[in-house]
């Protein structure tokens, strides 16, 4: 099982980003898949998670509004449109993907219950 992700970059804040997590290894469309970041010195954070079926995304606070998360259960691909990008937004992003049983709603923002990484893309947003 392989997560690749990519689209990271510099941008000015108040630009966008659209990042993709291509998977490959098995069929995705069973399993949670989430977004999370660390910033230079800081612990893993949960940015966004997204079920099996696509039908509902939780976000966390700091990115509601800004972020839009999806995936394309036939390409095996999730994305992450980040909209309004802030300094504080600056951090590696990592996608990951729950094992078989999905994850009960409670521990959906646990980096813990994610069975397999991407091995995270660089975004870093200028003031």
């Known amino acids: 099982v392989q997560l690749q992700a990519y689209g990271g970059g510099l941008v000015r804040a108040g630009g966008s980003l659209r990042l993709s997590c291509a998977a490959s290894g098995r069929t995705f469309s069973s399993v949670d898949m989430g977004w999370f970041r660390q910033a230079p010195g800081k612990e893993r954070e949960f940015v966004a998670a997204?079920?099996?079926?696509?039908?509902?995304?939780y976000y966390a606070d700091s990115v509601k509004a800004r972020f839009t998360m999806s995936r394309d259960n036939a390409k095996n691909t999730m994305y992450l449109q980040m909209n309004n990008l802030k300094p504080e937004d600056t951090a590696v992003y990592y996608c990951?993907?729950?094992?078989?049983?999905?994850?009960?709603?409670?521990?959906?923002?646990?980096?813990?219950?994610?069975?397999?990484w991407g091995q995270g893309t660089l975004v870093t947003v200028s003031s």
């Open positions: 997204i079920r099996r079926s696509g039908g509902r995304v």
């Open positions: 990951a993907v729950s094992g078989r049983n999905g994850i009960i709603l409670s521990e959906i923002s646990n980096p813990v219950r994610y069975v397999y």
